[in-house]
């Protein structure tokens, strides 16, 4: 008998709701649920590989340790138990430093990690806090730290009810959208262009692109030049519209006198972007009431990832379309991300550079260090290093610069700790693999996404199967070893209280509270989200479209909009070092593909039919200046590494740029994953190198890396 059970996808941000058909405790079918309200039953290729995780025999299904001559099968209790010592006497004998953890990706898109790490985390009492966030959106959450106040009040394009959308540096068409969770783009996308433009800078010729009403080949790491020109033009030729956020608005001058340095000419030059474009734009964007401006990884994992991401707030702000129907807003999530108090003065301060990272001095944010430093945080020697690491839900060696530096520094640490579904590029060096359950196996609401989606909307899903071999819940395995660590310790009794509080609770009871005090829940009356009145609407509940409420949502004394805070300012002699030297001969951008997910999902068969998708994207031109044809195998060559992959031609990348996609390099020794290792490809981050960073943020500089080509 089958029967259809109501769930979420969780691969990805657009939250699409899907339909799971079981039959025998087998998954048999998935499909789009037409009846979510936000979904109305798109879904991507990538849903039905939910059912090939849910069933693949290659997922690790009991504890393991490593012994010198493999693998051995442990029980929970003896796993956690000496886990916790080893920890416990790691930072007895080398001080809490020793210690660090890496939280990986699929962290935000699970409930329990997201409601029960942050107190495992804490428990482990180390500044050597690593995760995605440094790979990934941390210009972002540092520009609206500085600007706003509060690093997640992060804001979120209007798409549906945009009339001019310009994008730096994403391919929601491929990636679904990022920081913007909205199912379904290539619909939303098209009603952009329907109703007026999208426009697109990338130095490639994405799917994106091919679907906009224009399309600029962009120099990789030149968006701050283009932003600058635009900001130029608006001052000269109209002057700034910040409206409603004009009350308190700092530093207009400072933003002014640096754009005034930048002319459409300049930009010009440097970003390979016609003048006339830069400037028709800019005027565009002061005369469509409904405008916006979106940036994302292409924009933030550069050389400039933190000045590009603060000006693409400031050119919102300036052109009137900040926190404005049609532009750049701020959700009201059921589950708020953000509680009071928000934007208090001094906030940017308190969380961001409270320390540095122990080799190379970057920056602390929001309790984290840059992932770019961890290898040498653990190889260099001294007695501060990294001994022991805990990695969750991540394979930094695939997914962070320089990966075969990370591979030595995985196998240097006394104790490695991987809570996977896989024996990974980088759990294969752990002493320990806990396994957790896959995505259908889990109760879920999208504790990050509805906050930064399209709508204000909520939905509760119950795990569809559960499993069938040891795997645990992440938040099962979090509060067990945070207990541990708390009776090794002697912590109070209230403190060990409370984790038993929580632990009796679970993700739902959690939820309930968090729904109950949130800005939809009981002061709301009748209309209250509770966990009751989602659990009785299983398709979700729209709560509306995203409304203005920045200044609603600011205690009285916030100071307003900083719209050029002063750790920018650093990168004004940089961009004009930029402006007046010549650009590297040839740079490698990665790229995204449908059917992939970041470094896991190359497991899934249904995903990886077809032919090799890993190749390197090269210009004619750049290919015939080399001697390089179609299918021709190349060496691809940084500062770092090297790696071989097929050449495939074409002229949708711009001259002077390479791309690679990045999520593979499944040849290592050691995973447990078939159908990958079958396709293996090589991993971009072989040639991503960990010295280059965003100076600012610390972000990684994943794109934009110089690079040679040799024929094999
Ligand atoms: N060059 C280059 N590098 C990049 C990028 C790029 O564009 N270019 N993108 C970057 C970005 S945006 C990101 S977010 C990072 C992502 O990189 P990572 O943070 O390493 O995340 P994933 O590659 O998604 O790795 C996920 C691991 O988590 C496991 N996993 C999946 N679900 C769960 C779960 O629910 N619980 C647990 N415990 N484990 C789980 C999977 O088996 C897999 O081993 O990569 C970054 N790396
Ligand atoms: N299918 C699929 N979907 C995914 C993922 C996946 O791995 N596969 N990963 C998920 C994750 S973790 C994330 S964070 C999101 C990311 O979502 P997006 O940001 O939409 O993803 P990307 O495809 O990496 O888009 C980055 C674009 O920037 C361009 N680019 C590179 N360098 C530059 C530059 O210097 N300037 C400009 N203007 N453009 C540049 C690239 O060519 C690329 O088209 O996608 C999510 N969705
Ligand atoms: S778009 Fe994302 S959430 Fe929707 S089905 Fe595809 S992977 Fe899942
Ligand atoms: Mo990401």
Same mark, same amino acid.
């Given at each position: 008998m089958t029967t259809t059970h109501i769930a979420t996808c969780t691969l990805c941000e657009a939250t699409c709701g899907i339909l799971v058909d079981v039959e025998d405790g087998r998954v048999?079918?998935?499909?789009?649920?037409?009846?979510?309200?936000? +979904?109305? $039953?798109? !879904?991507c290729p990538k849903a039905a590989a939910l059912a090939d995780l849910q069933h693949d025999a290659d997922r690790v299904t009991h504890p393991l340790r490593r012994t010198d001559t493999g693998w051995e099968r442990v029980s929970w209790d003896e796993a956690l138990d000496d886990i916790a010592a080893r920890i416990h006497a790691l930072q007895e004998a080398h001080g809490r430093d020793a210690m660090a953890v890496y939280q990986g990706n699929p962290c935000v898109h699970n409930l329990g990690v997201m409601l029960f790490n942050p107190g495992f985390v804490k428990a482990l009492r180390t500044t050597r806090r690593y995760s995605a966030t440094s790979v990934d959106q941390l210009p972002h959450m540092l520009a609206s730290l500085q600007m706003f106040g509060h690093e997640l009040l992060l804001p979120v394009p209007d798409v549906d009810h945009t009339d001019l959308m310009i994008v730096f540096g994403a391919n929601?068409?491929? +990636?679904? $959208?990022? !920081?913007?969770?909205?199912?379904?783009?290539?619909?939303?996308?098209?009603?952009?262009?329907?109703?007026g433009r999208l426009v697109v800078f990338d130095p490639r010729r994405t799917e994106t692109a091919k679907r906009a009403t224009a399309h600029h080949f962009i120099r990789p790491g030149t968006d701050v030049f283009a932003l600058l020109a635009m900001l130029h033009v608006v001052f000269a030729e109209r002057g700034a519209q910040l409206g409603h956020l004009a009350d308190g608005a700092r530093n207009l001058e400072v933003l002014r006198a640096w754009a005034a340095d930048v002319t459409p000419e300049v930009a010009a030059r440097v970003t390979g972007v016609d003048a006339e474009v830069l400037r028709e734009l800019a005027l565009a964007l002061c005369d469509t009431p409904r405008a916006v401006v979106y940036g994302r990884m292409g924009a933030c994992t550069q050389d400039f990832g933190g000045t590009t991401a603060m000006l693409l707030n400031a050119l919102n702000a300036v052109t009137g379309h900040l926190d404005r129907e049609g532009g750049l807003m701020f959700t009201q999530p059921a589950l708020p991300a953000v509680y009071p108090p928000a934007g208090r003065p001094g906030a940017a301060r308190r969380r961001f550079a409270r320390w540095r990272s122990r080799v190379r001095g970057l920056p602390e944010f929001g309790g984290e260090l840059p992932v770019a430093t961890l290898a040498e945080d653990i190889l260099e020697p001294g007695d501060d290093r990294i001994r022991g690491l805990v990695v969750w839900a991540g394979n930094p060696v695939l997914s962070c610069p320089n990966g075969a530096q990370l591979d030595e520094a995985m196998a240097a640490l006394d104790l490695l700790v991987s809570v996977d579904l896989y024996l990974t590029e980088t759990s294969r060096h752990a002493h320990y693999v806990l396994p957790v359950v896959p995505p259908l196996s889990r109760p879920h609401y999208d504790a990050a996404f509805h906050a930064l989606a399209t709508r204000n909307v909520a939905k509760f899903s119950p795990p569809v199967l559960p499993a069938t071999g040891e795997e645990r819940q992440d938040w099962e395995v979090a509060t067990a070893l945070?207990?541990?660590?708390?009776?090794?310790?002697?912590?109070?009794?209230?403190?060990?209280?409370?984790l038993a509080a929580q632990r009796a609770l679970g993700p739902r009871g959690v939820l309930a509270a968090g729904l109950r005090l949130g800005p939809h829940g009981l002061r709301n009356g009748r209309g209250a989200v509770s966990l009751r009145k989602l659990e009785a609407h299983p398709h979700g509940l729209d709560l509306g479209p995203l409304h203005t409420c920045l200044r609603e949502r600011m205690p009285s004394d916030w100071p307003g909009l900083d719209l050029c805070p002063e750790i920018y300012t650093a990168d004004r002699d940089r961009v004009a070092e930029v402006a007046a030297s010549d650009p590297e001969p040839l740079v490698l951008i990665g790229r995204r593909q449908l059917r992939t997910n970041n470094s896991w999902l190359h497991n899934a068969p249904r995903l990886m039919k077809g032919k090799d998708r890993c190749t390197l994207m090269v210009h004619p031109d750049d290919a015939a200046s080399r001697g390089l044809a179609a299918g021709d195998r190349v060496r691809v060559r940084s500062r770092v590494g090297?790696?071989?992959?097929?050449?495939?031609l074409t002229d949708t990348v711009m001259r002077g740029v390479v791309s690679l996609p990045h999520g593979f390099g499944h040849g290592r020794e050691g995973v447990s994953w078939t159908t990958a290792a079958r396709h293996p490809g090589a991993s971009i981050n072989d040639l991503t190198d960990e010295q280059r960073v965003d100076p600012i943020s610390g972000n990684a500089a994943l794109n934009g890396t110089p690079v040679h080509l040799e024929k094999v």
């Open positions: 048999t079918r998935i499909q789009g649920d037409p009846d979510d309200p936000f +979904s109305k $039953g798109h !879904i929601p068409l491929v +990636s679904n $959208g990022s !920081i913007l969770t909205a199912p379904d783009m290539k619909r939303r996308l098209a009603g952009v262009a329907e109703r945070q207990a541990r660590l708390q009776a090794l310790r002697g912590v109070s009794l209230a403190k060990r209280a409370t090297v790696v071989e992959v097929p050449v495939e």
